[in-house]
């Protein structure tokens, strides 16, 4: 039912990059919008929305990179097929190849 997360280091980095995408605008969001307080600033409202809009966008960016990345790794994984194994390296004979 779950996927086996230890097989594959490329999930762990699209979840962990998934996350960061989308708390790290946030937090810094968050911090600047203290410096846009009533009192502080001229505008207020104005400038918490438009740091909003922001980072929303940076969101929805980070959030669209990710997508990306998790989309060339399913290309390459599909492009290289399943994986086979060749027979096993003929053991020499003790005589060197001719070359005819």
């Known amino acids: 039912m779950w996927p086996d997360w230890k097989a594959s280091p490329t999930r762990w ?54 997508l990306t990345y998790a989309i060339g790794c399913w290309i390459m994984a599909v492009m290289h097929g399943p994986r086979r194994d060749g027979d096993a390296f003929p053991a020499g004979q003790g005589t060197p190849m001719h070359d005819d």
């Open 13 to 66: 980095r699209l979840l962990w990059a998934s996350i960061a995408s989308v708390a790290l605008p946030w937090l810094a969001g968050e911090f600047i919008k203290t410096f846009h307080q009533p009192g502080l600033s001229d505008e207020p409202q104005r400038s918490q929305m438009l740091i909003d809009f922001i980072v929303a966008g940076s969101m929805l960016f980070g959030l669209t990179m990710v």
